[in-house]
């Protein structure tokens, strides 16, 4: 059944969903969640496979193509590969994603793949072992390394791409790794400009290196050539001059906002829609869900939340809010 599709007060097509399937994670980041952890959802706050399965495929008849799955971490979700599989059947969903830290791949590659997950982005911040575990709190860069290659070597694998949150006094001595890393293997490093959205609250703007400043330190060691950017894309993406292999991405939320085209919704592990990352306010889903809502009246729901979906963010504007929901509950 096909139903009319969606789109927002601003006339923005909205057809790109990403699911927080958990707010658990085996990592510490520091730009994310304090050592100790975050307070978790309850299990019985989570929604179920058949939830959010029965959520997209409504969504998909409103013309939601692409679903990105995030977390906190989502492979440590059990038994997390059936929901991929029951994800990757709904008629409409044509790009089926995922985003992971990387630390359980090398054990669930093959089933993540056979189940129909088409593109990957590993979430990497450091290629040097000491610092990776100065900002994850976790000594696991090898591991993630071998579940990288593990993926990189599954028949039929889509696109992978390794993102680098950059942060100003960190990410400047990865710089020329990462672009040797981008240079040296199949996959598109992307850097992602810091957004306030930790738990610490300590983002500033001056914690912010911008992709800006990236792409001149690197470029002048590897001089790069931008490529055309997609429709509603959030990447900028840039390719060796020097015509060697790989791609450098730029996600620049802070300084260059990609708004105006945003085509993106979220859902959360405990089935709240966020029109937008820096939402201030949320629709719950459960409820509904639960008390027996038919698709019709899920729709009301979806349709009037979405129509009030922000204009844009308002990050290093005067009086900026940041949202009470972290980043590890909203899945990026
Ligand atoms: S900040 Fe909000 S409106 Fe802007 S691109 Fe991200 S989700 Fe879309």
Redesign the pocket.
């Known amino acids: 059944m096909s139903r009319a599709p969606l789109t927002d007060g601003h006339g923005r097509r909205i057809d790109d969903l990403r699911v927080s399937v958990t707010d658990r994670c085996n990592f510490r980041c520091q730009y994310c969640m304090p050592a100790e952890g975050l307070e978790w959802l309850e299990r019985a706050e989570l929604l179920s496979f058949e939830e959010i399965t029965r959520l997209v495929g409504l969504l998909a008849q409103m013309g939601v193509r692409a679903v990105r799955l995030t977390g906190g971490e989502p492979l440590v979700r059990r038994n997390f590969p059936d929901l991929c599989a029951m994800l990757a059947r709904i008629d409409g969903i044509d790009d089926l994603s995922l985003t992971t830290n990387g630390y359980l791949l090398d054990r669930d590659a093959a089933a993540l793949v056979a189940a129909g997950v088409k593109r990957f982005n590993v979430s990497i911040d450091s290629l040097q072992r000491d610092r990776f575990f100065e900002m994850t709190r976790r000594d696991a860069l090898p591991r993630v390394l071998d579940g990288l290659h593990t993926l990189a070597a599954q028949p039929g694998v889509g696109r992978i791409k390794v993102n680098a949150v950059a942060l100003r006094g960190f990410t400047e001595q990865e710089l020329l790794p990462f672009a040797r890393f981008a240079r040296e293997h199949p996959f598109e490093v992307r850097f992602i400009e810091f957004m306030p959205l930790d738990a610490d609250e300590g983002w500033t703007p001056e914690s912010v290196l911008s992709g800006e400043e990236i792409r001149t330190r690197i470029g002048e060691h590897f001089p790069l050539v931008e490529e055309d950017r997609e429709p509603s894309a ?1 990447a900028r993406t840039y390719r060796f001059a020097d015509g060697a292999p790989g791609r450098l991405g730029f996600i620049d ?1 802070v300084s260059h ?3 105006s085209d ?1 085509n ?1 919704i979220r859902l959360t592990a405990d089935g709240k829609l966020r029109t ?3 939402s201030l306010g949320e629709t719950d889903l459960t409820a509904p869900l639960r008390a027996g809502a038919s698709d019709d009246e899920l729709e009301v729901i979806l349709r009037e939340a979405i129509w009030r ?5 308002h990050v290093g504007e005067p009086g900026f809010q940041q949202p009470a929901r972290t980043m590890s509950a909203i899945g990026g």
């Open positions: 959030t939320p906002p990609f708004c945003c993106r937008c990352l820096f979906k922000e204009l844009k963010h």
